[in-house]
């Protein structure tokens, strides 16, 4: 079964989202039958709440936030790839994604971002803080792919807490190739502040060699280092962490522009290093990891 939040719109003359974003947010479900046949459709958020829940074995619930140029299906075989992953290594909670309006266009990237910062706060009270009062309480994080890094940032600084509730905040944050500023991310900046706050640990992944990431920062961001690409600064939470995933890219048996950027949906070694980092591993004990000058290495 699959579950998903979306903030496209939806014709319903076709039966099909779009790429616009949308006014309100649609929850849908889709489960598969024998073979490629698969069903399913929009539910009420009560329902999609009840069945999120369901789907959760251990009380957790991950949150996949997709990037730029991400169509839906995309979306839907990357949140698929992931939940395979993950429960390859032991991760029993649920896998939601949150589906945003990504034009699935590589040109559009100014027009992407402009949807991501509309739409970033409803990850937080339309998807996120739909649990955030379980009794006992859910643990929840959030993965976030690319530009969906930078949707985060927006949505998790853009909502405050309610007066009189205690702080809201996930478990577990991670950035997988995140297309936002490196200086962001510096001790005392404002996305630092952000997801010390928000989260009690953030992970970023980065790969040394994403192309895609390349010309986000030397050409579309006017050279603004990207943390998906160059990593977080030198100066950082002590609950923020890098790992870089440069060696495992290389190892990797596809090689390309596109696939420097998104190959950590189809590594193993990038899955079983998630399922650690959600069941809580201490940064220093993860046997996926090699410590080199201090800095935390994806073994290849």
Do not use: C
């Not at 996949?64 to 429960?87: D, I, Y």
């Amino acid at each position: 079964m699959t579950l998903f939040a979306s903030r496209r719109t939806y014709n319903a003359q076709t039966n099909r989202f779009t790429n616009n974003a949308a006014a309100l947010t649609r929850y849908v479900q889709i489960t598969s039958s024998a073979g490629a046949v698969s069903k399913g459709g929009i539910i009420s958020r009560a329902d999609w709440h009840r069945e999120v829940l369901r789907a959760s074995q251990s009380r957790e619930i991950l949150f996949f936030v997709h990037g730029f140029n991400t169509s839906q299906t995309t979306m839907l075989h990357r949140l698929a790839a992931l939940e395979q992953g993950l429960r390859k290594h032991g991760y029993r909670g649920a896998v939601v994604g949150f589906d945003w309006p990504s034009d699935g266009n590589v040109l559009a990237y100014d027009s992407d971002r402009n949807d991501a910062k509309k739409v970033a706060p409803y990850l937080v009270t339309e998807t996120i803080g739909l649990f955030l009062n379980e009794n006992p309480r859910f643990k929840l994080h959030v993965l976030a792919h690319s530009m969906g890094a930078y949707l985060t940032l927006r949505g998790f600084s853009g909502v405050g807490d309610a007066p009189g509730a205690r702080k809201w905040d996930v478990d577990q944050a991670i950035f997988a190739a995140a297309d936002v500023d490196v200086e962001w991310m510096r001790k005392g900046a404002w996305g630092s502040l952000v997801m010390d706050r928000r989260s009690n640990r953030l992970t970023n992944y980065y790969n040394g060699n994403d192309a895609v990431l390349q010309l986000s920062g030397d050409f579309i961001n006017g050279g603004r280092r990207r943390a998906g690409r160059k990593g977080l600064p030198d100066l950082v939470e002590k609950d923020q962490v890098d790992v870089d995933a440069t060696q495992r890219y290389a190892a990797f048996p596809q090689k390309g522009a596109q696939i420097s950027h998104r190959f950590y949906f189809g590594d193993d070694g990038f899955f079983k290093d998630v399922a650690l980092t959600l069941a809580g591993t201490a940064a220093a004990d993860m046997p996926t990891r090699l410590i080199t000058n201090g800095d935390a290495v994806l073994k290849a």
